[in-house]
C-alpha cells in the first residue's frame, strides 16, 4: 500500500466511528429510560404497601393468628385475682369460645385461663398414668354413658331369588361412668406473690398438674370409684379359660409370685386379635426389672429399650407404660397388665379448671383450692388381660 492511499483510508472509517457513537448513544438512554421505568414501579409499590399497612391500622383488623394473646382481658384479670384476690375483673366476663361466664365463685371457684388449663392437660397427659394410652373424652354433663356391643350382628349368604333370613340382634351393653371431683390445694406466701417477677400462672399449674397426675395415676389402677375414678384392677378377675363380661380375664404364670417367659408368650396370645395391634403393658417399676431379663429359647431378651428419646420400651414388641401404682409381683398378684387401653378404659372429664383463693385459712400463705371432674371406668371387659404370679 503506498502512502497516497491512507488519507482514503482515514476518511472511510470516519462514518463507521460515528455511527458506533451513535448506537452506544442510543443504549445508554435506553437503559437509563428502563431504569427510570424500574424505580418508579417499586416507588409506587412501596406507597401501596404503605396505604395498606395504614388501613389495616386504622381498621384494627383482628390477628389471624390463633393463638390466645398474652394480653387477654381473661389472663389479666386472673392474674390480679391470683396475686391480690380482685375478683372484679372476673366478674360477668365472657370466655370467647365456651359460651360460659367465668362468675363461678358460688360454685367453688373461678375458670383458669386458657394457657394455665393447657399447661396442666399437657402435663397430665405426658406422665405416667392410663390417662396415656386409654381413651379420653370431654363432657359436660355428671357422667358419660358407654354403649358397647360385645356380639357380632347376625350375616348370612343370600341367593338373587331366594328369600332372606331374618339374622340375629347384637346385644348392647350400657356402662355409666360417672364424674368425680379431683381436688389440689397449693399454697404461696403473700410476698412471693407480690412480686411481679414471680410467675403465678406457670407456679400454679405446675402444682395442680403434679398433685392431679398422682392421684390420677392410682385411681384409674385400684381406685374403688367411691368418690373416685374406678381402676380397672378393682374388678373381679377370673381364668381367662372362662372368661365372661364384667370380669377381667386372667393368665397364670405357673410360678408362685414369679414369672417367666412362656407366660409373657400366653398372656399376649390371650388378648383377641382385633385388641392385639393396639397392645400394650402396664407394670412398676420393680416388675419392669424383673421382666427385663427374661430372654427366650434362643438366648435373646424379650425386653427392648426405645431407639429414640421418648419412646417408650418394648416387651415382645409391645409398648410398656410403667405406671408405679401396680402391685409388685408377689403370690397371686395382678402385677402386669395388657391390652388395649384405648378400647378397654375410658377417661371422662369436664374441660374446665377451677381455682378458689383462700387468703385465711392458712395465713400468712394463701391457699389455692384448684378442682376439676374426672372420671373413669373399664368400658371394653375383652380389651384387657391380666397376669397372675400364681399356680392358678
Known sequence: ???????????????????????????????????????????????????????????????LATSIDDGAPHQKAFDAYLRSGDDDGLRGLEIEGKSMSSTVNSDGGYLVDAQTSEAVKSVLYSSASIRSIASVVNVEATSYDVLIDHTDVGAGWATETGATAETGTPSIDRISIPLHELSALPKASQRLLDDSAFDIEGWLAGRIAEKFARAEAAAFITGDGTDKPRGFLDHPAVDDAV??????????????????????????????AQYRANGSFVMNSK??????????????????????????????GYPVLIAEDMPDAATDSYSIAFGDFAAGYTVAERPDLRVLRDPFSAKPHVLFYATKRVGGDVSDFAAIKLLKFGTV
Open 1 to 63: 500500500m503506498s502512502k497516497t492511499d491512507q488519507p482514503a483510508l482515514a476518511g472511510e472509517g470516519a462514518p463507521l466511528v460515528q455511527e458506533v457513537k451513535q448506537a452506544m448513544t442510543g443504549f445508554v438512554h435506553e437503559f437509563k429510560g428502563f431504569q427510570d421505568e424500574i424505580e418508579l414501579k417499586l416507588q409506587q409499590q412501596e406507597e401501596r404497601l404503605t396505604m395498606l399497612d395504614r388501613k389495616s391500622q386504622i381498621a384494627a383488623r383482628p390477628h
Open 243 to 272: 372368661w365372661t363380661w364384667g370380669n377381667l380375664g386372667y393368665v397364670p404364670t405357673g410360678i408362685a409370685g414369679d414369672v417367666d417367659g412362656d407366660a409373657i408368650v400366653e398372656l399376649v396370645y390371650a388378648l383377641g
Open 287 to 316: 416388675t419392669a426389672g424383673h421382666i427385663r431379663k427374661l430372654k427366650d429359647a434362643d438366648g435373646r431378651f424379650l425386653w427392648s429399650d426405645g431407639l429414640a428419646a421418648g419412646e417408650p420400651a418394648r416387651l415382645m
